[in-house]
């Protein structure tokens, strides 16, 4: 009998990646989220909508499961999460718990948790310049927001629930996921998609060429691509490593930059406007060391890649919308 998976979010970006990487893998999965997949048909077995800020629903989502990937969450960009404090981590805070805890009275043997780098704490990050941080780095504690903070105390959970119930949980940190079938636009996109729709607009529509770039765009992150983020999750779940482990690029570039190399993969020159807006850390970056160390690998696809394939879905995304709003403009005049 094949393995049988739960990958909660399964309706979110990563966590649809996740479930096609899975299948192809020979492994049964159960998809679970409140809403299915915008964009593409879930590959999942058995798609269930669930609330699992719900024990209830989060019984239901792991009878008969073998190992979880727990990738649900309320969360989005900069703009969102700096905004909605309360209801992130009120609403996390409930998905995590209950889902720990129903898939360790259910009896699964893996439990993977999908934490950020949001947990590294602002006096960290406080030049563009910034060092890149490492797993240890996370204390003494002072996450930016609501979503680093509950992000943190789920972790400590976990590894609670290891030393306490012997329940095999795994941690892994995100540092910035991109890439296609991701969400673009709407206000809980993130840098890389909103770049992309930013410049994809320059160049389908033939206007004004200048993109709003919140702040003075000297601002750094590193940013991974969605097919090594899934890659590295299921490699991390194979492993016996028990303790918190980055998985992200380490190559640290500015928000300039950034909008540069999707100028550069659109083939339009664009004009900047530094505009105010939230823009969280002054430099974020992952230290890959443990990582290699750990899994004996590291993410492969260049930023240049990723953003070429991420760019080219979003630019398809926005020519379709932008040729049905003709469409609907005649249809509300009737």
Same mark, same amino acid.
């Given at each position: /009998?094949?393995?049988?998976?739960?990958?909660?979010?399964?309706?979110?970006?990563?966590?649809?990646?996740?479930?096609?990487?899975?299948?192809?893998?020979?492994?049964?999965?159960?998809?679970?989220?409140?809403?299915?997949?915008?964009?593409?048909?879930?590959? =999942?077995?058995?798609?269930?909508?669930?609330?699992?800020?719900?024990?209830?629903?989060?019984?239901?989502?792991?009878?008969?499961?073998?190992?979880?990937?727990?990738? =649900?969450?309320?969360?989005?960009?900069?703009?969102?999460?700096?905004?909605?404090?309360?209801?992130?981590?009120?609403?996390?805070?409930?998905?995590?718990?209950?889902?720990?805890?129903? =898939?360790?009275?259910?009896?699964?043997?893996?439990?993977?948790?999908?934490?950020?780098?949001?947990?590294?704490?602002?006096?960290?990050?406080?030049?563009?310049?910034?060092?890149?941080?490492?797993?240890?780095?996370?204390?003494?504690? /002072?996450?930016?927001?609501?979503?680093?903070?509950?992000?943190?105390?789920?972790?400590?959970?976990?590894?609670?629930?290891?030393?306490?119930?012997?329940?095999?949980?795994?941690?892994?940190?995100?540092?910035?996921?991109?890439?296609?079938?991701?969400?673009?636009?709407?206000?809980?996109?993130?840098?890389?998609?909103?770049?992309?729709?930013?410049?994809?607009?320059?160049?389908?529509?033939?206007?004004?060429?200048?993109?709003?770039?919140?702040?003075?765009?000297?601002?750094?992150?590193?940013?991974?691509?969605?097919?090594?983020?899934?890659?590295?999750?299921?490699?991390?779940?194979?492993?016996?490593?028990?303790?918190?482990?980055?998985?992200?690029?380490?190559?640290?570039?500015?928000?300039?930059?950034?909008?540069?190399?999707?100028?550069?993969?659109?083939?339009?020159?664009?004009?900047?406007?530094?505009?105010?807006?939230?823009?969280?850390?002054?430099?974020?970056?992952?230290?890959?060391?443990?990582?290699?160390?750990?899994?004996?690998?590291?993410?492969?696809?260049?930023?240049?890649?990723?953003?070429?394939?991420?760019?080219?879905?979003?630019?398809?995304?926005?020519?379709?919308?932008?040729?049905?709003?003709?469409?609907?403009?005649? /249809?509300?005049?009737?």
């Amino acid at each position: /009998m094949p393995t049988k998976v739960l990958v909660t979010g399964a309706g979110g970006f990563i966590g649809h990646h996740l479930v096609t990487y899975l299948k192809k893998l020979d492994y049964w999965v159960r998809g679970v989220d409140i809403k299915h997949p915008e964009y593409a048909p879930s590959d =999942a077995d058995s798609f269930e909508i669930l609330d699992l800020r719900r024990l209830d629903g989060c019984l239901q989502a792991t009878r008969g499961i073998d190992e979880v990937y727990a990738l =649900a969450a309320d969360m989005g960009g900069m703009g969102y999460i700096s905004a909605h404090h309360a209801e992130i981590l009120y609403n996390n805070a409930l998905i995590n718990f209950h889902t720990l805890e129903a =898939a360790r009275i259910n009896g699964a043997k893996r439990y993977l948790y999908t934490s950020s780098a949001c947990v590294y704490p602002e006096y960290r990050q406080t030049e563009a310049e910034v060092t890149p941080l490492r797993e240890e780095d996370a204390y003494p504690a /002072m996450p930016q927001d609501a979503y680093g903070w509950e992000k943190l105390l789920t972790e400590r959970l976990c590894l609670h629930y290891r030393a306490d119930y012997n329940f095999p949980t795994r941690i892994v940190r995100f540092h910035n996921i991109f890439g296609p079938l991701g969400t673009w636009d709407g206000g809980r996109e993130k840098a890389p998609a909103a770049m992309c729709r930013k410049v994809a607009r320059v160049k389908l529509t033939g206007g004004d060429p200048t993109i709003e770039i919140w702040g003075d765009g000297e601002q750094t992150r590193s940013f991974c691509y969605i097919d090594d983020c899934v890659e590295g999750i299921y490699r991390l779940m194979r492993s016996d490593h028990a303790e918190p482990l980055n998985l992200g690029q380490d190559r640290l570039i500015s928000i300039n930059e950034l909008a540069d190399l999707v100028s550069a993969a659109a083939g339009v020159e664009v004009r900047k406007r530094h505009v105010s807006g939230p823009q969280g850390v002054r430099g974020r970056n992952s230290d890959n060391t443990r990582l290699r160390e750990v899994l004996g690998w590291e993410p492969q696809i260049s930023l240049e890649e990723g953003l070429g394939r991420t760019y080219g879905w979003i630019e398809d995304q926005l020519r379709e919308q932008l040729e049905a709003e003709p469409v609907r403009g005649a /249809m509300a005049a009737l």
